[in-house]
């Protein structure tokens, strides 16, 4: 593997020279510890802040101070933070946080890591937010923190119009032509359109609507919802009910724990039309422009059947997926192949290749989703793995998130404590989480794996499924099954030696082998997130947006939900759980923007 770019060490008690500190009142050690940080916070004595930290000590930031997804470590660039920012911002108002569930607790990481998590309300200048501190015990009885999240979760003059701040009028008969001329921005233009009708994009548009802005979604398929409705029939969401809630709009309890794609699809469709969003389907934008001085794009939209309108729009926020255009490698000999070949974006079902040979070309989510499509009809399947896959089962990854997310869990405190961590810091626990998943729960699928010489490995740094998502947007499995069909030669496996070419009958390796088949299937990914955008926008736009995806040098990802290197434009990826929060830290950006609170050029750390 590469070299390690986060190199920490977690504060173990060895390392601190400490013992189990066990007995302590958890209560009783957040009030002193944020008693004290809050004092130096009234003063603005930044050297009595970061004297509280360790000298390694981790500073997250979610908009609160920064306006930005920002990671702060050790004292130094703690104090640099805080001299920069902290009476620009006005944090105030510090409060501990005792309700269940967000109350102070000692937990035990490890046999041999302790902290002490407790959360804090705090205020802004323009908003209130959530900070999640982790202190980790010293010999002289003292508690420093190891890390610390301050995050927004609301602007104070434009808070987000739900319960209390709901449309209380009565409607008697207007209610439907409103939402026509809503939906048709037939008296004025949006200020954002959002391009891309997905979950990403539909809850963004959700977001910016109860913030008070005026949104379009745009979207070239028929129906929204389609962006999932279109994939593989047999996909099913890997990860649980509780992790992919929707803002605004919770599952109902009868919801299954896994969500097949075309019920997501529906359920969204639902979503759009309950949450009132404005959404322009089979449309395509044909043409934009930016101008620099009135900092407007000018975007005009073919609406098929319904003619062009040329609309004036402050932001684009792009919400077409992690990923770019289909990646197929370019193998020789396509034309002399006799069969069908397609990436997997293009694939609906195996039950059009019954009594057929199949190769699906690929060993991640979707390879081994559509190999268990071809094995559960009957299809002679092979699986052509292309490099080692890091594989673990659900029940794992069901237990690794229903920690938090869980029926009795507030989703909103959930996702605060997923995201309170430093990469860094989450990374190194997953380090030695993973290996323990490994050798224990997910054990007799590993070793069944290796003996029908399918090859695994424990993901980058050995950190698992998480830091492939986040580096590199996939390069893992999820066990939904098709590892037993793999163990039990249902599913025949075919690695070590490269593609040399096409044959008419299949694919010919460099070993000298040839497998034939009716169909491949190439499930190997897709490009870059900015490949959408640069179609749009063009190639001069597309040239000053930073990185998309990826993690930048602080451990945050790169230009998602966060300033990407031009003005009002914007990118809104990720799964269903990083969209539900993320979302409403884009609007709450754009909404300070339109309200002349942030100005990013004054924002210098």
């Known amino acids: 593997m590469a070299t390690d770019s986060f190199p920490q060490r977690l504060p173990t008690l060895d390392r601190l020279g400490v013992t189990d500190p066990s007995n302590v009142s958890s209560s009783e050690v957040a009030t002193e510890w944020l008693n004290t940080f809050s004092a130096a916070i009234n003063q603005s004595d930044t050297a009595a802040v970061v004297d509280l930290f360790l000298e390694d000590g981790f500073w997250k930031d979610v908009i609160a101070l920064t306006w930005d997804f920002r990671t702060f470590e050790g004292r130094k660039d703690i104090k640099?933070?805080?001299?920069?920012?902290?009476?620009?911002?006005?944090?105030?108002?510090?409060?501990?946080?005792?309700?269940?569930?967000?109350?102070?607790v000692l937990q035990k990481v490890y046999h041999d890591f302790v902290w002490l998590r407790f959360c804090f309300g705090f205020t802004t200048k323009h908003g209130k937010g959530t900070a999640v501190v982790y202190?980790?015990?010293?010999?002289?009885?003292?508690?420093?923190?190891?890390?610390?999240?301050?995050?927004?979760?609301?602007?104070?003059?434009?808070?987000?119009?739900?319960?209390?701040?709901?449309?209380?009028?009565?409607?008697?008969?207007?209610?439907?032509?409103?939402?026509?001329?809503?939906?048709?921005?037939?008296?004025n233009d949006p200020t954002v359109i959002v391009i891309g009708a997905g979950h990403s994009g539909l809850e963004t548009a959700a977001r910016l609507k109860y913030i008070g802005v005026p949104t379009l979604v745009i979207d070239k398929k028929p129906r929204v919802g389609d962006s999932w409705r279109d994939r593989y029939k047999a996909l099913c969401l890997h990860d649980t009910i509780w992790y992919n809630q929707t803002p605004y709009l919770n599952f109902p309890p009868t919801w299954p724990v896994y969500t097949p794609a075309a019920k997501l699809a529906d359920w969204l469709e639902a979503y759009a039309s309950f949450l009132e969003l404005?959404?322009?389907?089979?449309?395509?934008?044909?043409?934009?422009?930016?101008?620099?001085?009135?900092?407007?794009?000018?975007?005009?939209?073919?609406?098929?059947?319904?003619?062009?309108?040329?609309?004036?729009?402050k932001h684009l926020v792009f919400a077409t997926g992690s990923g770019?255009?289909?990646?197929?490698?370019?193998?020789?000999?396509?034309?002399?192949?006799?069969?069908?070949?397609?990436?997997?974006?293009?694939?609906?079902?195996?039950a059009n290749h019954i009594g057929k040979k199949a190769i699906v070309v690929g060993c991640c989510n979707s390879a081994h989703d559509i190999a268990q499509d071809f094995c559960s009809h009957g299809v002679d399947i092979t699986m052509y793995q292309r490099s080692s896959t890091f594989v673990i089962s659900t029940e794992s990854v069901a237990a690794m998130l229903g920690a938090v997310y869980n029926d009795d869990f507030p989703t909103?405190?959930?996702?605060?404590?997923?995201?309170?961590?430093?990469?860094?810091?989450?990374r190194r626990?997953?380090?030695?989480?993973?290996?323990?998943?490994?050798?224990?729960?997910?054990?007799?699928?590993l070793?069944?794996?290796?003996?029908?010489?399918?090859?695994?490995?424990?993901?980058?740094?050995?950190?698992?499924?998480?830091?492939?998502?986040?580096?590199?947007?996939?390069?893992?499995?999820?066990?939904?099954?098709?590892s037993k069909s793999i163990i039990d030669g249902d599913i025949k496996i075919k690695n070590g030696s490269a593609i040399e070419s096409f044959?008419?009958?299949?694919?010919?390796?460099?070993?000298?082998?040839?497998?034939?088949?009716?169909?491949?299937?190439?499930?190997?990914?897709?490009?870059?997130?900015?490949?959408?955008?640069?179609?749009?926008?063009?190639?001069?736009?597309?040239?000053?947006?930073?990185?998309?995806?990826?993690?930048?040098?602080?451990?945050?990802s790169a230009g998602v939900w966060r300033y990407c290197g031009h003005d009002g434009l914007w990118f809104a990826n990720g799964n269903l759980a990083l969209s539900r929060f993320h979302s409403l830290h884009l609007a709450m950006q754009i909404k300070a923007i339109e309200e002349g609170i942030l100005n990013k050029a004054d924002i210098v750390i």
């Not at 009716?518 to 490949?531: E, K, L, M, N």
Request: charged fraction near 25%; proline fraction near 5%.
């Open 324 to 350: 770019g255009r289909p990646k197929v490698p370019d193998i020789p000999g396509k034309a002399s192949f006799k069969g069908s070949a397609v990436h997997s974006s293009e694939f609906k079902s195996a």
């Open 135 to 187: 202190l980790v015990p010293l010999p002289d009885s003292k508690w420093k923190a190891y890390t610390l999240l301050t995050c927004l979760n609301s602007l104070t003059n434009f808070p987000q119009k739900l319960g209390p701040l709901r449309n209380r009028e009565a409607d008697h008969g207007s209610w439907e032509e409103k939402r026509r001329q809503e939906t048709e921005f037939s008296n």
């Open 80 to 104: 640099k933070l805080l001299d920069a920012r902290l009476v620009a911002t006005g944090l105030n108002e510090l409060r501990l946080l005792q309700e269940p569930l967000n109350e102070p």
């Open 278 to 313: 404005d959404v322009w389907t089979a449309s395509t934008i044909t043409k934009t422009s930016w101008n620099d001085s009135t900092k407007t794009w000018s975007v005009e939209v073919n609406r098929g059947g319904k003619g062009t309108r040329v609309l004036t729009v």
């Open 447 to 482: 070793d069944g794996l290796a003996k029908v010489g399918f090859k695994t490995n424990l993901g980058i740094h050995g950190a698992g499924s998480m830091s492939l998502y986040l580096e590199r947007g996939g390069g893992y499995y999820i066990d939904t099954g098709a």
């Open 503 to 556: 044959t008419e009958n299949g694919l010919r390796f460099a070993d000298g082998t040839e497998l034939q088949a009716d169909i491949i299937v190439f499930a190997t990914g897709y490009g870059d997130p900015r490949d959408f955008m640069r179609e749009v926008c063009g190639d001069e736009i597309a040239s000053k947006i930073t990185r998309v995806w990826g993690l930048d040098e602080e451990g945050q």
């Open 412 to 426: 909103e405190l959930a996702d605060t404590y997923n995201t309170s961590l430093p990469w860094a810091v989450v």
């Open 429 to 445: 626990l997953h380090q030695r989480m993973v290996p323990m998943v490994a050798e224990t729960t997910d054990k007799a699928i």
